[in-house]
């Protein structure tokens, strides 16, 4: 067992955080090192569940697994969007890919362009399902991504995602 012990500055052994993630999540940070394996391993597990029912041709089973994603959607989306930010903060800022993006072999994207490009579609996602379901907590939703947004509208579905996960981070405290 590892004597590491978290922090906003080190939420996992070997991983510093930047000074961008540390001002947009402090003490948050510890929480986002903890989502990661937690979402790996639960997002692997429920597609093993749902394939082996379908592959038994348990149809209720399918049913319910795939209702109970449904449910659980924002929640994902939201905690996905925040990991995804705070890894791409670490990356340093800067531009995005192009909506829509075509992928070339010849010419590879920069990693943290990529990253930057995957926190913000997520967040872009998240945006989408409140817009549609009125499930915002903190209110003044940016508008969804469409083809050929701009740098700032993928900077603001970000924002918002991070405002979102740190209010219901914040009322998780409070219970």
Known sequence: MSAHR???????????????????YGKHLVRIGELIPVLLYSSAMERRQLAASHTAGDRDHVDFQVSSLARECRDDLLEIAAVLDALA????????????????????????????????????????????????????????????????ERDAVRAYARREWITAQERWADI
């Open 6 to 24: 978290a922090s906003p500055d080190e939420p996992w052994p070997g991983w510093s955080t930047s000074r961008a993630a540390q001002a947009a």
């Open 89 to 152: 903060l670490c990356h340093g800022h800067g531009s995005y890919l192009p909506r829509p993006y075509q992928e070339d072999s010849r010419n590879p994207v920069p990693k943290a362009v990529e990253l930057r490009t995957d926190a913000s579609d997520v967040a872009g996602e998240l945006a989408s399902h409140d817009h549609r379901h009125g499930t915002s907590v903190t209110g003044d939703i940016p508008p969804a991504l469409e083809n050929g947004c701009t740098d700032a």
